[in-house]
């Protein structure tokens, strides 16, 4: 079958270090995707992997392990405006066809 | 560049009535995806299309119709509005090629649509 495991929330503290999990199970995987979406916005893309290891851009990082199925996403130097939820999203394809599996979203609140 | 623009962002329906969710991008993308969002269910796949003039069913398409006669729009349409079609609808698109920006959705802002 095709799943997407993240956690459903998290808490951290302004100025820290988070790291968000996602593990995954799918055949004819192509790559993932993380996005951000603020409550009663649209997802904002963050980053793609497709690779094995470390994407970093800025405060934010990403990390690909495709013999495991997981990925994270470090966020760094944690602000207010980074509590959002993060969606894990998984490129399928089968044959001719590509499917985007996503996960639920993790809710992360960043407290003062 | 207005990226993906959706029309109207609030509506509230009784049900059985009709509407039309207008979604526009102007970034020559040929890929267009709408999507509902629900709570504890993550976001689901309604209808995509591929190009003008065709469209293809997601996961959930019962219920809705779509239509890509131009390039730039994809229209989701309820026929009859039920209760069970509350939610928040995103409209997405991407472009093709090998690109690695090929791949990535822009989304539009969302229609918070409300079945009474």
């Known amino acids: 079958g095709q799943n997407i495991d993240q956690p459903t929330e998290m808490t951290a503290t302004e100025g820290a270090i988070v790291q968000i999990n996602c593990t995954y199970q799918?055949?004819?995987?192509?790559?993932l995707f993380w996005y951000q979406q603020h409550a009663g916005e649209a997802p904002t893309f963050l980053s793609y992997n497709v690779l094995d290891g470390l994407e970093e851009k800025g405060r934010f990082s990403s990390f690909l392990s495709r013999s495991k199925g997981y990925s994270y996403l470090l966020l760094k130097e944690l602000q207010m405006k980074d509590s959002a939820s993060y969606l894990c999203a998984v490129i399928r394809n089968a044959g001719n066809n590509r499917k985007l599996i996503w996960g639920l979203g993790t809710s992360l609140a960043v407290n003062p | 560049n207005a990226g993906v623009t959706q029309t109207p962002k609030f509506r509230v329906l009784k049900t059985g009535q009709s509407m039309t969710l207008l979604c526009a991008q102007d970034m020559n993308h040929e890929y267009m995806y709408w999507y509902r969002q629900d709570p504890g269910m993550g976001l689901r796949l309604i209808h995509y299309?591929?190009?003008?003039?065709?469209?293809a069913k997601g996961e959930v398409p019962d219920g809705y119709n779509v239509s890509r006669l131009k390039k730039q729009n994809f229209l989701l349409g309820l026929e009859s509005a039920a209760p069970s079609q509350t939610s928040v609808y995103f409209c997405?698109?991407?472009?093709?090629?090998?690109?690695?920006?090929?791949?990535?959705?822009?989304f539009g802002a969302g229609s918070r649509l409300t079945v009474l």
């Open positions: 997405a698109s991407r472009g093709t090629g090998t690109r690695s920006g090929a791949n990535v959705l822009t």
């Open positions: 799918t055949s004819g995987f192509n790559g």
């Open positions: 299309s591929v190009g003008e003039g065709t469209t």
